[in-house]
């Protein structure tokens, strides 16, 4: 189990930039979420996964955000035309689909100056 | 839609002492699940401890345990002979049961300092 992994750790973008963000779940786990934290602030969810079927996606995921998991197994979060209010860290989460418990990865922490 | 609230931004204690960190939260559901989580500077998000609604023991792991009240809608956490290590953020957090996105609904945090 080597646990929940994201990539980059940390992204520093200009305004109007797009970006991508990618997440590897725990092998086994068909359920993946992602989540947005603001600093001080606990994190929010944003979209959900059951294996590469997207199937709830929070009002907080405008038209710019798109995420995917192509093959049910790792997933990308895009962001197009980034902008200041998008700066934050990016949660990716996953679990087993009869177990409650959701496994969090370190995050990305996206600047946008 | 489910809230939960963290009163205490910060807390501060010293080592070995006993501390216990609160929640609330709002449903209207009948059976949930309540989970704290504890996020260290600068490194992921850990479970603590989670607690099934229908069940009326109160859960406990090793030196943290909670006081579920569930009229009360009342979650707290409380960590015994604290270490330094316990220095994190700490989020209280609600899951609906169910099918559907089990997604977590989380409180503000607690800054949580443990001193030497």
């Known amino acids: 189990d080597t646990g929940v992994s994201q990539d980059p750790r940390h992204k520093i973008t200009k305004r109007g930039q797009n970006v991508t963000f990618r997440c590897d779940p725990i092998?086994?786990?068909?359920?993946l979420y992602w989540y947005r934290q603001t600093l001080g602030q606990g994190p929010e969810f944003l979209t959900y996964f059951q294996n590469e079927a997207q199937l709830e996606k929070s009002r907080l995921l405008s038209d710019r955000f798109s995420a995917e998991r192509p093959k049910g197994s790792f997933s990308t979060l895009e962001i197009q035309r980034t902008e200041q209010g998008d700066s934050a860290m990016y949660l990716c989460?996953?679990?087993?689909?009869?177990?409650?418990?959701?496994?969090f990865g370190p995050g990305t922490r996206l600047l946008v100056l | 839609a489910q809230t939960v609230t963290q009163s205490q931004p910060e807390m501060s204690v010293q080592e070995a002492e006993t501390v216990t960190l609160s929640c609330t939260y709002d449903t209207s559901e009948s059976n949930y699940y309540l989970f704290w989580y504890k996020q260290p500077p600068s490194r992921q998000m850990i479970l603590v401890i989670r607690?099934?609604?229908?069940?009326?023991q109160n859960a406990t792991e090793n030196r943290f345990s909670v006081n579920f009240q569930k009229a009360a809608k009342s979650f707290s956490l409380k960590i015994s002979d604290s270490q330094l290590g316990d220095t994190a953020m700490y989020f209280c957090a609600f899951m609906k049961h169910g099918q559907g996105a089990q997604k977590l609904v989380f409180g503000q945090g607690t800054r949580l300092t443990i001193n030497p």
């Open positions: 092998s086994e786990h068909n359920r």
């Open positions: 607690q099934e609604a229908y069940k009326q």
């Open positions: 989460a996953s679990s087993l689909p009869t177990k409650e418990t959701q496994y």
